[in-house]
């Protein structure tokens, strides 16, 4: 069958297949429109773990989500298409968390790892697994985009879209990040991992054609970030989740917040979305939840915003989703997924569907 074909018998009313892609949907990667590549690695978390299974949760969760959104109602006749994990990365995940374990432990008790061989052997080694993960990643996004394709990332720990934003770098030569974070992840080689999670930022910041990186619900920083900021030149503007909170209690509304926060941002943009940007209660299992954040909704209408405003969203990511007892954590990760996937595809010009207005009186 050709993709109108497929559409036309598939019902988007019904639970979605299980055994079909990303959100039940009946598409291959031909068929689709977006790609999500699922990037299932967390070596250097020092905190709570289960990121790595991020992917698989958002993935499970996915189908239950009814595909009428009211936004984009016909975003699914799109196709959004998870590939596959970079080949054994799941499993060099696991080898390499367990061998940084000893590390992070040492450095916490105050120990020297360069003092100690192995340790030191083994960081180094932890390093280029690192580095063949972002490799990796640069690879697989580089083949889509090549392909047409639009194309984002689900993590994964936040040390995941690296390679992604490298990619992006190769095809745009002038972007900003909006960043989306309880963190600022502008720690230089944070434990000695160069490629740590909460060094991310930092190393985008090495990549001549990212310009700016906005960042949002910013609550838990280290001196050295403040210092990486200050000496940013312009490139990191923080908006603090303090800052935020303060100006609405003296009356300035989420919608002038955000149109300053679109404007301070270059004409094409990444959003990076670490889930722990949020309130704790919607991502209660993420490793490094922290007091305050944002709603659901203030992102969502934030992201709605930098959509009809004129600037080009290039793709985004969504790591730090870690699964729980009663899987909340995967659900609110693939309503939010899906939701981003409809504010890029519209903003790039594709056909999601007329919002749906419903009577109020």
């Not at 990037?39 to 992917?55: L, N």
């Not at 640069?138 to 990332?153: A, F, I, M, P, Y």
């Not at 094409?268 to 490094?288: E, L, Q, R």
């Not at 699964?323 to 939701?339: Q, S, Y």
């Amino acid at each position: 069958m050709n993709k109108q074909q497929i559409i036309e018998s598939f019902d988007p009313s019904q639970p979605g297949l299980a055994d079909a892609t990303i959100f039940g949907l009946p598409f291959s990667a031909d068929d689709s429109e977006i790609i999500v590549i699922p990037v299932p690695w967390e070596v250097t978390v020092s905190y709570g773990a289960g990121a790595s299974k991020g992917p698989e949760t958002v993935l499970e969760a996915s189908y239950q989500v009814d595909l009428n959104h009211q936004d984009f109602p016909e975003l699914w006749k799109l196709g959004i298409y998870l590939d596959q994990y970079p080949p054994k990365l799941k499993r060099k995940s696991k080898k390499f968390k367990k061998m940084a374990q000893p590390i992070i432990e040492c450095l916490e008790e105050g120990g020297d790892v360069g003092k100690n061989a192995e340790l030191r052997e083994n960081l180094n080694k932890i390093n280029d697994a690192c580095a063949n993960m972002v490799d990796a990643v640069k690879e697989q996004t580089t083949n889509w985009l090549n392909k047409g394709k639009k194309v984002v990332l689900l993590g994964g720990d936040h040390s995941t879209p690296l390679g992604y934003y490298q990619a992006l770098a190769s095809k745009y030569d002038n972007f900003g990040i909006l960043h989306l974070d309880a963190h600022m992840d502008l720690r230089i080689a944070y434990e000695g991992f160069t490629f740590s999670h909460a060094s991310v930022m930092y190393n985008a910041l090495q990549i001549p054609e990212i310009s700016k990186i906005v960042q949002v619900g910013i609550r838990d920083f280290c001196e050295q970030e403040v210092e990486v900021v200050n000496e940013s030149n312009g490139r990191v503007l923080v908006n603090t989740d303090a800052d935020l909170k303060t100006e609405s209690f003296e009356g300035k509304t989420w919608a002038e917040q955000c149109d300053a926060i679109i404007e301070s941002l270059p004409q094409k943009v990444c959003i990076s979305f670490d889930i722990d940007g949020m309130y704790p209660w919607y991502c209660p299992n993420t490793g490094t939840p922290v007091p305050g954040g944002f709603s659901f909704e203030q992102a969502t209408y934030l992201f709605n915003k930098l959509a009809e405003s004129g600037k080009e969203i290039i793709g985004f990511d969504l790591v730090e989703v870690a699964p729980g007892k009663d899987d909340w954590d995967g659900n609110v990760g693939a309503r939010m997924l899906f939701h981003m996937c409809g504010v890029l595809a519209k903003n790039n010009g594709l056909n999601t569907g007329t919002k749906i207005n419903f009577p109020r009186k």
